[in-house]
């Protein structure tokens, strides 16, 4: 299923955030990030059947500082709720993830970093990411702190 990518306030993908990553008992948890001066949100769209474009996956560019043990002190990028619906994985994570990186080595960015949930970690590893320290507890489900640096900044990244 072909997808486009292109920005929209992060407030816009919270539904699909919601859906995906605040399912059960983890429904009433709150979504980070949106709040943040700077936050960036990447969206993949497919086309509906009604010539409309539904958002089938997001992810946020956070501008925080890398946590210490990565021991990057430069400028750093989190990643921030990673969701694509069942029916469009497969490729979406994978463009949402490769552009999400290119915008940020473009915004100056050294580092990008998250905490991925532990049954992402393969994604995360085919984009160059690496994983430090051992599993931990966050919204009672297992992660893992996972970093990768970044190139140089090339052209201005402000269209996906």
Known sequence: ???TLRFLPPAETKALRAAVLRTGPLRDLPLGGDEVHGTLALGAFAAAGDGTDKLVGCCL???EPAPAEIGVHGPA???RGMAVLPAYRGGTGTALLARALEIAAQGGG????CHARVPARR??????????GGEFS???LPHLLMWRLLGPP???AREP
């Open 61 to 63: 560019l956070v501008p």
């Open 77 to 79: 990028w989190r990643l």
């Open 123 to 132: 994604l995360y590893e085919r984009a160059g990411f690496v994983a430090l």
């Open 138 to 140: 966050e919204i009672g």
């Open 154 to 156: 090339g052209p201005d």
């Open 110 to 113: 050294e580092v990008v970093w």
């Open 1 to 3: 299923m072909s997808t």
